[in-house]
């Protein structure tokens, strides 16, 4: 299973192109865990490439192996704004063992963003793989991930299906705070920094 999970992880990188990784076109890609108790929300800013910035708020809450979330913000793209909204489920599916050494969350999200000219949708797809690494005698953890993702994408742009690479490290404070960092791999460049208060 790891050789297939590295194979994939090898296709993705060699394929990435102008793929947004998540349901609302930005960087902010997920790690397998859930790092809230009850609910978490927070902000992205992010760097898609191209020149753009692009700012958005969210909310996460689930229970047991699941949690879904709410995205939205604004992406500047030069001469025009973009309106981002965003849905997105996780649900974990693979638990760490002997033969492998990773935790797996099954991601899927749909959302958009939409402005004159510029309305594009996403329906991204992928499954994250990391593990909770803990400091020793310390409150902080760290949790390295890669996320690759498919994702149709249709509207003004050209329609097609398109391949990416997520990889990101969140960093746990206190378990009420998390600082989150992730980016993409091989042509896709965007780079993303997150905040979640965790409750």
Do not use: W
């Not at 760490?96 to 797996?104: E, R």
């Amino acid at each position: 299973m790891l050789r297939q999970v590295l194979l994939l992880g090898g296709v993705a990188a060699a394929l990435t192109c102008d793929l947004a990784a998540q349901s609302t076109g930005t960087p902010v890609y997920l790690s397998p865990y859930r790092s809230s108790t009850r609910y978490e929300f927070g902000a992205s800013l992010s760097d898609p490439g191209a020149g753009q910035l692009a700012f958005e708020g969210f909310y996460r809450s689930g229970a047991r192996k699941y949690d879904f979330g709410f995205r939205g913000g604004v992406a500047d793209q030069g001469n025009t704004t973009a309106f981002l909204a965003g849905a997105d489920f996780r649900l974990r599916v693979i638990d760490q063992s002997q033969s492998f050494p990773l935790d797996g969350s099954f991601t899927v999200g749909v959302g958009g963003r939409f402005g004159d000219g510029v309305s594009q949708a996403f329906i991204p797809f992928g499954i994250s793989l990391g593990r909770r690494i803990d400091l020793e005698d310390s409150n902080v953890s760290f949790i390295p991930y890669v996320h690759p993702v498919l994702g149709p994408t249709f509207g003004d742009r050209q329609s097609e299906l398109l391949f990416g690479l997520g990889v990101g490290v969140d960093v746990n404070f206190n378990k009420k705070f998390e600082l989150r960092v992730s980016g993409g791999l091989g042509d896709f460049d965007g780079v993303a920094i997150s905040f979640a208060i965790l409750r």
